[in-house]
């Protein structure tokens, strides 16, 4: 299970990078999802397979627990994302209607 | 067990209240600009209060929620960070009061003074948290709304240098998330202090060395030192004047701060690597700060160069990691945030009353002649950067 993991960690990774270096901004944009979800489930990978039984429900004593702390932390770390990403929707949308071009190459009023 | 100290919360929810109070306010700008110099005001006496109690009193804890440090989010200012956290909010404080008189458009727009109080809570409290998630939370917090309040500029390239800021400091945060999967991978633990306390002892996992250099990495970028400096002039120069001075001010020692604790507190081990590294790329960044800033023709895009090269001397303190350049490091850092600060009001203030109201250096010619005493007063300030009287 780990081995999986870190695979489809390293694979949403380098699809990540591959889309955050694209020209158009969109594709740049969800690239850049795409990067904070693996980097999430690196953090999640973490955690999840020290406990067998949900954290704070009626259990036994003795069953070993999973960790709520990092479930606690992923979600947190997903509304940040999510906040980002409308952000950085919102200016590109913003900048599109001005310029009529999603384009990076051609958005290049801040040289010199 | 220290007890709780209720004072250190006041300068993070303080601007945070503040913000929803001035959303419910939208339509007065008056009650709203009160309400900003209540709040800010308020975070700089409990700053100062702070600072003293520790200067008494040793480091002051909150527990939020009454949960103990390990799982609990921990607000533990020690001597450092109370110091910086005068430094922020005194500059905050600067920064309303400018907003108070200040003519830009934007400044009249019912979201600057909320994003204004967020971004001053982010501030406050990347410096007072002791776990180094929460420091996150808060850095996320004061980079988006750093980055709305310079979407809305007059300037007209801001929504393009929003952009580009909002795609480099998400690496950074990506970095820094990555940095803290890695301990928590490695300690299990979160808590600054209890980071330290577990590697101080025991061997080293060969996770730590790989989070203290994507930690550096993040520090490095929120910082702007040379291989992640290029989006500092742009972002800078297209801010609002009293976003400019705050962001130019102390939101860079954000970084400086992160490093500081990275080389002293957390990794000790790994130190002299970070240290060696922060003495080249400060040397670079003086160099190229300094040279850059000589062919501009904006003063506000010269002023955001010269705090490149600045950050390249606080660098060298924190690299050198003596004892006395690290006091050194941390005074001039506390100068730099005045005195750039002060300069870059008065640059504002000066380009506001020029006829096409921008800083480039073709159009503010000859105002001197108009404004004798702002041009003494940038007199002043130009010989403390330089540090003329010492």
Redesign the interface.
């Known amino acids: 299970m780990n081995v999986l993991f870190a695979v489809a960690t390293g694979i949403m990774f380098g699809l990540g990078v591959f889309q ?1 270096l694209r020209r158009d ?1 969109v594709k ?1 944009a969800m690239g ?1 999802y795409i ?2 979800t693996a ?1 999430n489930l ?2 999640f990978a ?2 999840a397979f020290n406990g067998r039984v949900p954290a704070y429900v009626q259990a036994a004593e003795t069953a070993q627990v999973s960790d709520p ?2 479930q606690a ?1 992923i979600l ?2 997903i509304v ?1 994302s999510f ?2 990403y409308a ?2 929707l919102g ?2 949308s ?2 599109a209607r ?1 310029y009529r071009t999603a384009d990076l190459d051609t ?1 290049d ?2 040289k010199g | 067990m220290t007890p709780d100290n209720p004072l250190v919360l006041l300068p993070i929810f303080a601007p945070l209240s503040g913000a929803a109070l001035c959303i419910l306010m939208a339509r007065y700008l008056r009650v709203q600009h009160a309400i900003g110099l209540t709040a800010s005001s308020l975070a700089w006496v409990a700053s100062l209060a702070i600072l003293i109690q520790n200067w008494q009193g040793g480091l002051q804890v909150y527990r939020l929620g009454g949960y103990q440090p390990p799982y609990g989010i921990i607000l533990a200012p020690d001597m450092l960070s109370a110091l910086f956290e005068v430094m922020a909010t005194t500059v905050v404080l600067c920064g309303t009061i400018y907003i108070l008189g200040c003519h830009d458009k934007c400044v009249s727009l019912p979201a600057f003074m909320p994003l204004f109080l967020c971004m001053n809570a982010g501030l406050n409290g990347a410096f007072y948290t002791g776990d180094i998630f929460t420091l996150f939370v808060f850095q996320e917090l004061m980079i988006m709304s750093s980055v709305v309040l310079v979407a809305i500029s007059d300037n007209r390239l801001g929504v393009e240098a929003a952009i580009k800021y909002l795609l480099i400091s998400a690496m950074g945060s990506l970095f820094l998330l990555m940095g803290i999967a890695a301990i928590y991978a490695t300690f299990g633990t979160l808590t600054l202090a209890d980071i330290a306390r577990l590697l101080e002892g025991g061997e080293r996992p060969l996770l730590a060395q790989a989070a203290a250099v994507v930690l550096m990495c993040a520090f490095l970028l929120k910082s702007a030192v040379f291989p992640f400096h290029f989006w500092q002039p742009d972002f800078h120069t297209a801010a609002p004047t009293p976003v400019h001075a705050v962001l130019s001010s102390v939101v860079v020692k954000v970084g400086v701060y992160g490093l500081i604790r990275l080389t002293m507190l957390l990794f000790i081990a790994e130190a002299p690597l970070v240290r060696s590294l922060l003495l080249i790329l400060g040397v670079i960044g003086i160099f190229f700060g300094g040279l850059a800033a000589l062919r501009t023709y904006d003063a506000k895009r010269m002023l955001a160069y010269s705090t490149f090269g600045q950050i390249g001397f606080i660098l060298l303190g924190i690299g050198w990691g003596t004892p006395l350049a690290l006091v050194g490091a941390i005074v001039y850092a506390f100068n730099h945030a005045f005195i750039k600060s002060s300069l870059l009001m008065i640059t504002g203030a000066i380009a506001s009353r020029m006829p096409n109201k921008s800083a480039k250096l073709i159009d503010i010619g000859g105002a001197g002649n108009q404004m004798r005493n702002v041009s003494i007063l940038y007199f002043i300030g130009g010989l403390a950067l330089t540090g003329i009287p010492r």
């Open positions: 955050l901004m740049s850049f990067l904070f980097i690196l953090f973490v955690g702390l990092v932390l947190t770390a940040i906040g980002t952000i950085l200016l590109i913003s900048s001005r958005l009023h801040l």
